[in-house]
Nanobody
Framework: QVHLVESGGGLVQAGGSLKLSCVTS????????MAWFRQAPGHEREQVAA???????YAAYSLKDRFRISRDDAKNTLYLQMNIAKPEDTAMYYC????????????WGQGTQVTVSS
């Protein structure tokens, strides 16, 4: 059974930085791909960034200059570095993953709240 546990959310001032973590159960290399999503109240969920097993990374075009996804295989942990935070970054941030043979992202964490104050 896959377990994903996010942490690192909290309150940050606009212009500040925050680093989110997602610890996986088992070997992170077992996942075909992992991603960060976010959802703000009244808004649809959006993909923030993703990384495949090979380490190829993707970030949403509007965020790529401020957000960076990374991974520490030894710690079985996925990260999201958020820089130059903006109030519009306020959302619940979720870690998601898929295994080989799966489509979309069937495995999700419980989320971690990020609030950016102006």
């Amino acid at each position: 059974q896959v377990h994903l546990v996010e942490s690192g959310g909290g309150l940050v001032q606009a212009g500040g930085s925050l680093k989110l973590s997602c610890v996986t159960s088992g070997n992170i290399a077992s996942f075909n791909a992992m991603a960060w999503f976010r959802q703000a109240p009244g808004h649809e969920r959006e993909q923030v960034a993703a990384m495949n097993r090979g380490g190829d990374a993707y970030a949403a075009y509007s965020l790529k200059d401020r957000f960076r996804i990374s991974r520490d295989d030894a710690k079985n942990t996925l990260y999201l570095q958020m820089n130059i935070a903006k109030p519009e970054d306020t959302a619940m941030y979720y870690c998601a993953a898929r295994l080989d043979g799966e489509t979309d992202y069937p495995h999700w964490g419980q989320g971690t709240q990020v609030t950016v104050s102006s």
